[in-house]
């Protein structure tokens, strides 16, 4: 069933029920098995557009492609629309766009547009219909003038755009999009995320499943979020709701040239936890807190005999704050579970 939370609760339009996918890998004494998803559960009802934010290797891709009819579970239950991904695979890839990120997934010596028809052909369409389409897409991602260049000339922003023309060619229920701004440039990135959030859920009304670690992009896009750690979904919220529930009310945002010893401040009255993020030099630390003030004075008492302070900041929790708080892993991270 929908989550009733969801302001206009319907039929889902996606529905997975306990899903576990395994990799065996090496032989022998060696042979391990990667728990790639952990019996995880998620439904999405038509319309939604759904994020699902978890570090490198919590199993976003995979269950994403679970649900494109990649990879076959080793247990669990995929429905599109009421109908099991596995038993009923015409009808659910018909209504599936996939895309994904990282990957070369269009012939590069090939314009847009001859790329465009190859995979039209894939998917039944022909003649002046397809041409349609294709013009179309060409047109509504800014794509028309360059259309017959070949994609080994385009910029990896325009070559995304192709990859998400392609995944709408047959004009699908639902969209899976994989980290659909992995390695953009911040422009090309800002209209991705800017047309799949006004063009394609609110215009269009297509039900999205995005996948992504950016906390951000989720935030901004998202209607509702599920945390996935490990293979397994921890909670589901809407940005707003996850960000009420963290009971930290502040974060205290220290720069610093150097790396400070933070044994010092773990210890201090109020302070709940402590990250530190050392880059090019610089430490960025994050102090959870109920009230920055009361600690502040103790804070730059500590760390000013040490490193040279560059900046500080009071901030409210963002999603990367609740997702620590709930699994005690950064989205930054790489996580992968192993069993014997």
Not at 52 to 79: E, Q, Y
Not at 82 to 91: N, P, Q
Request: charged letters at 30%; one cysteine or more.
């Amino acid at each position: 069933m929908a989550d009733s939370t969801h302001p206009n609760p319907g039929p889902p339009a996606l529905l997975c029920d306990n899903v576990v996918k395994l990799f065996r890998r090496g032989r022998g004494l060696k042979k391990k098995v990667v728990r790639a998803l952990d019996g995880a559960s998620l439904t999405i009802p038509q319309g939604e557009l759904f994020g699902l934010l978890g570090p490198n290797g919590a199993g976003k891709t995979t269950l994403v492609r679970c649900i494109a009819t990649l990879l076959i579970p080793d247990s669990g239950t995929i429905r599109l629309f009421g109908h099991d991904v596995f038993t009923d695979s015409l009808f659910c890839r018909q209504r599936i766009g996939l895309l994904t990120s990282g990957e070369r997934t269009l012939y590069w010596k090939l314009s847009a547009r001859d790329n465009l028809r190859f995979f039209a052909a894939l998917y039944g369409l022909h003649g002046r219909d397809r041409d349609r389409r294709i013009d179309y897409l060409l047109e509504l991602l800014g794509l028309r003038e360059v259309a017959n260049e070949r994609l080994e000339r385009y910029s990896s922003g325009m070559k995304q755009k192709v990859s998400l023309a392609r995944a709408l060619l047959h004009d699908p229920d639902i969209l899976l999009l994989d980290e659909p701004t992995l390695g953009l440039d911040p422009q090309f990135g800002r209209f991705i995320r800017q047309f799949i959030k006004e063009e394609l859920n609110r215009k269009q009304g297509k039900t999205i499943l995005l996948t992504t670690h950016y906390m951000d992009e989720a935030d901004e896009l998202c209607d509702r979020i599920a945390f996935i750690n490990r293979g397994k979904i921890v909670a589901t919220r809407t940005p707003a709701e996850f960000k009420r529930e963290i009971p930290h009310k502040e974060i205290l945002e220290v720069r610093c040239l150097g790396q400070p010893d933070t044994t010092g401040l773990k210890h201090l009255d109020g302070i709940e936890q402590v990250q530190a993020d050392f880059r090019d030099g610089i430490t960025t630390l994050r102090l959870v807190m109920p009230k920055a003030e009361k600690v502040l004075s103790e804070v730059i008492e500590l760390l000013r005999p040490q490193v040279r302070l560059l900046g500080i900041d009071v901030k409210e929790p963002t999603l990367e704050d609740v997702f620590i708080y709930m699994t005690g892993t950064s989205l930054g991270a790489d996580t992968k579970e192993e069993i014997q």
